[in-house]
C-alpha cells in the first residue's frame, strides 16, 4: 500500500521561511512528477510547484522566486524550500505523486504565515 507521509509545516512570521518534505512508502513505479499544491479556506487547491522525471521544475506565478521544489529519487522524496513567506501563502499544503497509473496524495500539512 502506497503511504505518503508529509512534515514539515508550521506557523512562521512574515518572512521567515520553511521547508516541507513527502516521502513516499510503498510500491510505486513510473514515477511522472512530484509536486505541491495547496488549499486556502474558501479557495480551491492551486498548484505550487511541480518537478518532472527528467528535472523540469514548474512554479506558480505567485511563488517564483521564493520557493524551490526538488526530489531525491532514491529516497521517493520531494521537498519544498519556502523562503520570504507571506500571509498570503497560508493554506493546507499537499503533495501529489503522480505515478503512470495512479495519482497519490499526501494527507496535507498546515502551513500558516502571521506574525
Known amino acids: 500500500q502506497v503511504q505518503l507521509v508529509e512534515s514539515g509545516g508550521g506557523l512562521v512570521q512574515p518572512g521567515g521561511s520553511l521547508r516541507l518534505s513527502c516521502a513516499a512508502s510503498g510500491s510505486i513505479f513510473n514515477i511522472n512528477a512530484m509536486g505541491w499544491y495547496r488549499q486556502a479556506p474558501g479557495k480551491q487547491r492551486e498548484l505550487v510547484a511541480t518537478t518532472l522525471r527528467g528535472g523540469r521544475t514548474n512554479y506558480a506565478d505567485s511563488v517564483k522566486g521564493r520557493f524551490t521544489i526538488s526530489r531525491d529519487n532514491a529516497k521517493n522524496t520531494v521537498y519544498l524550500q519556502m523562503n520570504s513567506l507571506k500571509p498570503e501563502d497560508t493554506a493546507v499544503y499537499y503533495c501529489?505523486?503522480?505515478?503512470?497509473?495512479?495519482?497519490?496524495w499526501g494527507q496535507g500539512t498546515q502551513v500558516t504565515v502571521s506574525s
Open positions: 501529489l505523486v503522480a505515478a503512470a497509473m495512479h495519482n497519490y
